[in-house]
């Protein structure tokens, strides 16, 4: 189940007209832009998107490689890499870069998009740090293995039951009653983080520092970013983008639910504070000519979470702090997701935070279609403002000529994020620069790919994953049902 707006709409494409040649050849998209030390050949962007194909310790495949391969094929200016975990700790079928013994496949990435797009996209990795996150367990295994009874729950029980007993029985005697009460006595009884614990599987927060590893984060960090961002340079990355984004480490340093009192927490400034530490560390490792650019929220769409107001405030200390680009997203929290079922994980794009992150045409009067870019101009506003041409980013529900032309031409964004419409059809601005824009493959905003993300299955698009599956030499997803890659265009038609 994921959120949906009260009184959904469902909203039909955006009506498209396609530019010829000569237009697109004239279109502020289609012109080159600097960013930093580079320059894209012209402002179109794939913004990251995890396709679930690294080894499970967290190599490149030959699937990434293809993957990778295909988007530039439909060369885009730009090219963010998935989330690459910047730890050298197992996290599943993500890609890593917390090791050197990474370096030689990514390096392999970056020559394989380079060959696909004959040199015309630029490549660019985002790189992460996310913390534990538990799967939901089951009652009685919660309660025989990571519940820690105290003085506390004796009392609450005593209150809720008007039996003083409970103040003496046997601890496992407790136990086993808790592992089988009603909810309305749990409730009762657990304080808030173990009935999450119980109720959507243990989750770590940036506010815990209690634990040692949570309370040094700042400590630890930017050299684990530097790194990693190091790393990406020596493997031919022409950038690197530190992920401050939906519910991962840094976007909870930033978030105003963030309330640690080292002075990386509170006031915006002290919030700031450490993704501006880390930051510095990459751009003292690699060098003012490199590109360094970062991906943040805009809003994120929670009670308690950071607004606009706060965004604007951390795009111009962003700017102010050297970035050479701001990449905006918004909302994809853990605050807001659904419980997920027993043995799964929660996953941060099921509620109302999620559904703003990547909104689908089941929505409200506004309408999934460039719904985020207000909020990117208004960055865009503050950051010039103050003097600075950092280019913004805009992403979310951009997928026409004619829409993503006009958000460039009102100057309300620099480059034109597209991420589901890029999977949809890989070749959309190859087509659309050579005035073959009625040839694209319009995504629909249904979210089957997001719903196999969540399922943390090999993502593809329903548009063309069941399609000419008797090609020759087709890769197909280990369920041996879909194609890993949208058919090629025949260019030369
Ligand atoms: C399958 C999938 C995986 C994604 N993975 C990432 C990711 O690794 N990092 C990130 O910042 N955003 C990720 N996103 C969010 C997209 O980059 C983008 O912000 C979002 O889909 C909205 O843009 P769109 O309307 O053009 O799809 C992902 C989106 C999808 C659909
Ligand atoms: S699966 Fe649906 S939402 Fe995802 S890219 Fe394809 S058409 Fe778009």
């Known amino acids: 189940m994921t959120w949906r707006p009260a009184n959904p709409i469902r909203h039909e494409l955006l009506a498209a007209r396609w530019p010829d040649a000569d237009e697109a050849a004239r279109a502020l998209l289609f012109q080159p832009i600097r960013v930093g030390a580079l320059t894209l ?15 499970a310790d967290g190599f490149v495949t030959r699937e990434n490689l293809d993957w990778y391969g295909r988007f530039a094929a439909g060369r885009p200016g730009a090219i963010v890499v998935e989330a690459t975990g910047v730890r050298d700790i197992p996290s599943g079928p993500l890609l890593r870069i917390g090791h050197d013994r990474f370096i030689p496949g990514l390096r392999e990435l970056v020559e394989t998009v380079r060959r696909a797009s004959a040199g015309h996209t630029r490549l660019l990795i985002q790189i992460i740090d996310f913390l534990t996150i538990k ?3 089951e009652k009685a295994k919660f309660f025989a293995r990571f519940f820690a009874l105290n003085e506390r729950h004796r009392r ?11 103040l003496t029985v046997d601890e496992q005697q407790v136990l086993a009653m808790l592992a089988v009460a009603p909810d309305e006595l749990l409730e009762k009884v657990l304080d808030e983080r173990a009935l999450e614990s119980l109720c959507m599987g243990y989750r770590e927060r940036v506010t815990d520092t ?37 519910a991962y480490t840094m976007a909870s340093f930033l978030s105003a639910r963030n309330n640690r009192a080292d002075g990386y927490g509170g006031a915006r400034e002290h919030r700031v504070r450490l993704p501006l530490e880390v930051y510095a560390a990459v751009r003292a490792r690699v060098g003012t000519d490199y590109c360094v650019g970062v991906r943040f929220l ?8 950071s607004r606009i107001e706060d965004a604007v405030y951390f795009g111009r200390e962003f700017a102010r702090a050297g970035f050479d680009y701001l990449s905006l997203s918004k909302g994809g929290k853990f605050e807001d997701a659904q419980q997920p079922k027993v043995g799964q994980a929660a996953y941060p794009y099921t509620g109302e935070s999620g559904y703003e992150c990547m909104p689908t045409v089941i929505s409200d009067a506004r309408g999934p279609f460039g719904r985020n870019v207000p909020l990117a101009a208004a960055i865009k506003h503050a950051v010039n403002m103050d003097g600075h041409d950092t280019p913004i980013v805009a992403t979310g529900g951009i997928t026409i000529f004619e829409q993503a032309e006009s958000i460039l031409q009102r100057g309300e964004a620099d480059i034109i994020g597209m991420a589901r419409q890029a999977l949809a059809d890989p070749d959309w601005f190859l087509k ?41 030499d087709v890769a197909l997803s280990t369920d041996g049902h879909r194609r890993l890659l949208a058919p090629a265009w025949c260019v030369d038609e």
């Open 432 to 472: 659309v620069r050579r005035g073959r824009g009625r040839e694209v493959r319009r995504c629909t905003y249904t979210n089957y790919c997001e719903a196999l993300d969540q399922a943390h299955k090999q993502v593809t698009c329903k548009l063309w994953d069941r399609t000419e599956l008797d090609e020759p």
């Open 210 to 246: 209690h634990l040692a590893h949570i309370r040094e984060l700042p400590q630890v960090l930017p050299e684990i970013f530097a790194a990693a961002a190091w790393r990406a340079r020596e493997a031919g990355f022409d950038g690197v983008e530190l992920h401050y984004a939906h």
């Open 298 to 305: 805009s809003d994120e769409v929670i009670a308690g979470g």
């Open 156 to 166: 609450a029980l005593v209150g809720a039951t008007n039996d003083e007993s409970w």
């Open 135 to 137: 799967r939901r367990p």
């Open 41 to 55: 050949a012209q402002r179109t962007w794939v913004p990251a998107m995890v396709p679930w194909r690294a080894t």
